[in-house]
């Protein structure tokens, strides 16, 4: 996740340049120490160098072919940096020797493996199947299945096949292809699943999504009326109020999946004893919502949802069909300024707006209660 505890505005000095700058007065000791574990040290020194840019960024490196190296820059995944990742590589200059990439690129399902906890995860050994869902037929959902898969080492199974999916597929396609991935044994005769080689999840995946793709490319789509509700409830461990202002109006709206990427940045204040935030920091996170909302208007594809409140914490919710342009708006908008508050952005897909079923339950619930009191009152 992307996060913002204090920043000091911009740095005199463009912290991008001087990540270059450093990278090409030091590339060579790189060269010498490749294939050691002074390879790993280097990676560290390098990812601190990074650092004044983005504290998130992760790097590898090694040989891309017999004449030059590859330096690759990665944000593991994080979806509300891949944007960072592209504006640090797009200001890489040319460096002789070496060619520089943004996101882990794919390796092929089919040829590589990795070896983790262990266990062999690759396509030696791996196979898949879709899992589908009539409530939800525009979700993309796997099962890999491994051999030696026992149910008291699911996490150690889950997170080997995550990070060969990501080796295999690249950053990029697994983080935007897939909604959910699951792990489990080979399944019995009577199951009859049809299980599916890794060679053949790309030319899956690649499919599904141009279907999805295509599905609403064609679509008149309108945003439905807006409908401002304020909710209010007890919520948590400690039952402490949540006040919540979403727009209902996308509640039975059909055209969700459209915009299937959930933007959310969340701020973490000092509340009162009920876990609210005092009058200045109420204006406060109400002006960077009005800031955001307003830097995103270039993006008519982009709806804000609303913004919840419970025990020190501020979530607003945006959806939309464009992740990396209004990840670029939002992390230049934070980084902009500086902060008393910690703020976390982050993005993630939600193709069906699952993460506002409780808001819309909660809207639903009210106005049933609305109906039974009319009906009482006649």
């Known amino acids: 996740m992307f996060g913002i505890k204090k920043m000091t505005g911009k740095k005199e000095n463009d912290p991008k340049k001087v990540f270059w700058n450093w990278f090409i007065k030091h590339e060579h000791r790189f060269k010498k120490v490749n294939g050691t574990d002074e390879a ?8 601190e160098q ?47 020797g070496w ?13 590589m493996s990795i070896e983790m ?20 037929p525009d979700e993309i ?12 080492e699911e996490d150690n199974f889950l997170s080997g096949c995550q990070i060969y999916i990501q080796n295999a597929m690249g950053e990029l396609n ?5 909604d959910s991935m699951d792990v489990r044994g080979l399944p019995e005769a009577s199951e009859a699943i049809e299980l599916i080689p890794m060679s053949k999840l790309n030319d899956y995946l690649v499919w599904r999504e141009k279907e999805f793709v295509e599905k609403y490319a064609t679509l008149d789509v309108k945003r439905p009326a807006e409908s401002w509700g304020v909710l209010e409830a007890n919520a948590g461990d400690e039952n402490k109020p949540m006040l919540a202002v979403i727009d209902a109006g996308f509640k039975d709206w059909e055209y969700r999946s459209a915009y299937p990427w959930l933007a959310q940045v969340d701020i973490e204040f000092e ?24 830097l995103l208007e270039r993006l008519p594809s982009t709806f804000l949802m609303g913004h919840d409140t419970h025990d020190g914490l501020r979530s607003i919710y945006f959806y939309t069909d464009q992740f ?13 300024r500086s902060w008393d508050y910690k703020i976390v952005f982050h993005i993630r897909k939600d193709k069906y707006w699952k993460a506002m079923d409780y808001f819309f339950n909660a809207t639903e619930r009210e106005e049933d209660e609305d109906d039974d009191d009319q009906e009482d009152e006649e």
Request: aromatic fraction near 10%; charged fraction near 25%; glycine fraction near 6%.
């Open 99 to 111: 060619i520089v990439t943004a996101h882990k690129p794919p390796i092929g399902s089919d040829t």
């Open 174 to 178: 697994t983080a935007t292809l897939i």
């Open 271 to 294: 509340g009162n004893e009920d876990g609210m935030p005092e009058k200045k920091a109420m204006e406060e996170m109400q002006q960077l919502e009005d800031d955001i909302l307003q």
């Open 40 to 47: 790993h040290d280097f990676l560290n020194e390098l990812i």
């Open 141 to 152: 959902n796997i099962v890999l299945v491994h051999p030696d898969f026992n149910k008291d």
């Open 324 to 336: 990396n342009e209004v990840a670029t708006i939002i992390n230049h908008y934070l980084e902009s």
């Open 50 to 96: 990074i650092n004044p840019f983005n504290p998130w960024l992760k790097a590898l490196a090694g040989p891309y072919d017999d004449d030059r190296y590859e330096l690759i820059i990665t944000a593991d995944g994080d979806i509300a940096l891949f944007c960072k990742v592209e504006e640090l590589v797009a200001a890489a200059p040319a460096i002789k």
């Open 117 to 136: 906890h262990g266990y062999t995860f690759g396509g030696s050994n791996l196979q898949f199947y879709p899992v589908t869902d009539p409530n939800y």
